[in-house]
């Protein structure tokens, strides 16, 4: 299995940069998350941009065995779109891989019964009609307005559940890459396409949107298919690392499966930093130094 990280570096200098500590956390975040996953899985890829290449390979010598810059076709898309980078890379996947988030870290390899699925996830996630943070009527509404029809997978999981069925994608991956790179392909094209201009204008502010495209979407993508007659994908399913959000922030259930995620403030908590820069120094002081000198010299606008 191939274990692939993303990083467009649009969004991260326009918005997500700014949620860690510090920038030099981030930095050691990268390097802490390649060493401890790449014990695991060998093979190791990274879809980027040329400044995300000059960062993260040519500056601090990150070790990925397949560097792409793909993500340059991304420079004239809005960098609200944070999640689209990720959407590329799935896109791009022939080998069963895992995608992970920069802030995921595989102490232990994934189990079994996970890597050897068609589609697996880090937990399963679900929302209601007046969710504040998630919203896919509004893209809906959005899209009736320029009378623009969405994916028929979304239109069939709307009409068919309750509820808006999602998958937390901190790790994203399997061994259907057909059926991935499908449904990246769709949500990528859902975006880009010049005749989706109008809608989303409609909708300034792209960044609450991107977990509707990237974590709705796949589950409407596995829903549909999954016993759709003539669907080439059917049979399609979806594993999870952790039954549901419960589990996956219980730290001793954690632990003993050897994933950690800095979700949502964790970034930004001065004692998680901390820990990071003890470990980094600990177990490789030349990449520690390495991130230093980045800063210092300000050769990376972060």
């Known amino acids: 299995m191939r274990a692939v990280w993303s990083f467009w570096s649009k969004p991260f200098h326009n ?97 079994r019964r996970l890597t050897e699925s068609p589609v697996f996830a880090q937990y399963p996630e679900g929302f209601t009609e007046n969710g504040p943070h998630y919203r896919p009527q509004d893209i809906e509404w959005a899209f009736a307005q320029e009378g623009l029809k969405l994916p028929e997978e979304w239109l069939w999981t709307r009409a068919h559940r309750s509820h808006f069925p999602a998958e937390n994608c901190g790790i994203l991956g399997g061994s259907a890459v057909e059926f991935l790179r499908y449904y990246a392909h769709t949500a990528v094209d859902l975006v880009i396409r010049p005749e989706s201009a109008a809608a989303w204008s409609r909708l300034p502010d792209k960044r609450c949107y991107n977990v509707v495209l990237e974590q709705f979407f796949l589950s409407a993508c596995v829903e549909y298919h999954r016993f759709h007659p003539t669907s080439p994908y059917r049979g399609v399913q979806m594993s999870h690392l952790f039954p549901s959000w419960e589990y996956a922030f219980d730290a001793s259930h954690a632990a003993r499966t050897g994933f950690t995620h800095l979700v949502a403030g964790a970034k930004s908590h001065p004692g998680v930093g901390t820990r990071i820069e003890e470990r980094i120094r600990r177990q490789d002081s030349g990449f520690y130094r390495r991130c230093e000198r980045v800063l210092a010299q300000r050769a990376f606008p972060l």
């Open 15 to 111: 918005y997500y940069g700014h949620i860690w500590s510090k920038p030099l956390h981030h930095l050691l975040a990268w390097g802490l998350s390649v060493h401890v996953a790449s014990r695991q899985y060998p093979d190791t890829a990274l879809i980027t941009d040329r400044p995300g290449k000059k960062l993260l390979v040519d500056q601090l010598g990150l070790p990925f065995v397949h560097v792409s810059i793909e993500l340059e076709r991304l420079n004239n898309v809005d960098p609200g779109w944070w999640a689209l980078g990720k959407l590329v890379a799935y896109s791009l996947q022939d080998h069963p891989f895992v995608h992970l988030d920069s802030d995921v870290f595989l102490w232990k390899a994934l189990p």
